[in-house]
């Protein structure tokens, strides 16, 4: 599976943008690259998704390199609620079983 | 109805016990996920069921054995646990196998192996 690397942690203040970033030069054409956050005792949960374009949605924004090499996340204000793990997936959409393999994730800290 | 349910919530059970965790979702999706997490690690997976057949194991110990009945419900049935796998034990699941479509994540059981 192709990997992707992202910063151990980061920490944002509240009601300011947060750029999370996230490289994964090995992706293939078929891999969508997926965002999910993990609040504190709760499972993960899907916060967005792109193949090639940059995508909107009411949670966040996803910015994707023209070469696919790497995305940012962008929270346009964050809030306390936004403190979680924030994990960057590639999924491949070729794969009959599909999997999700989880990486290190960042760990955003937000600052009232 | 975008849940995905998982029961119980939490569990505790002796090395020789037999327990089973539960999965549901009625979305109609038809690729399922067993994943384990222990404490401030990403969730490895463990198991995945796509079209209601075992596809992937990701080389998981026997006493972990998945079953899926039907296309709605997912089990993990545990015997002779160790107390290092003691975990969150998450499910996921998400439309046919073969898209890149979000996957949705239940609320995990809490499993302590005493």
């Known amino acids: 599976d192709a990997k992707t690397t992202q910063p151990n942690s980061m920490e944002s203040n509240e009601e300011e943008p947060v750029h999370l970033p996230c490289n994964h030069s090995?992706?293939?054409?078929?891999?969508?690259i997926h965002w999910y956050r993990q609040l504190p005792s709760q499972g993960p949960e899907y916060v967005i998704h792109g193949l090639t374009s940059n995508v909107n949605n009411r949670m966040a924004s996803l910015a994707i390199a023209e070469d696919r090499k790497s995305s940012t996340l962008i929270l346009h204000r964050a809030t306390l609620r936004d403190a979680a793990v924030y994990y960057c997936i590639l999924r491949d959409g070729n794969n009959a079983g599909n999997m999700l393999t989880f990486g290190g994730g960042t760990r955003l800290m937000v600052k009232p | 109805d975008t849940e995905v349910t998982q029961t119980p919530k939490h569990l505790v059970m002796g090395m020789t016990n037999k327990k089973s965790l539960k999965c549901e979702q009625h979305m109609g999706h038809r690729a399922m996920y067993w994943y384990k997490q222990k404490a401030k690690k990403p969730p490895e997976l463990m198991f995945v069921y796509s079209y209601e057949k075992l596809s992937i194991n990701e080389s998981v110990p026997s006493r972990f054995s998945p079953e899926c009945p039907n296309s709605s419900l997912l089990n993990l049935h545990l015997h002779a646990l160790q107390p290092e796998d003691s975990a969150l034990y998450l499910c996921a699941s998400s439309q046919r196998p073969g898209t890149g479509n979000e996957a949705f994540f239940g609320q995990g059981t809490r499993l302590t192996v005493v």
């Open positions: 090995t992706i293939s054409g078929t891999d969508y």
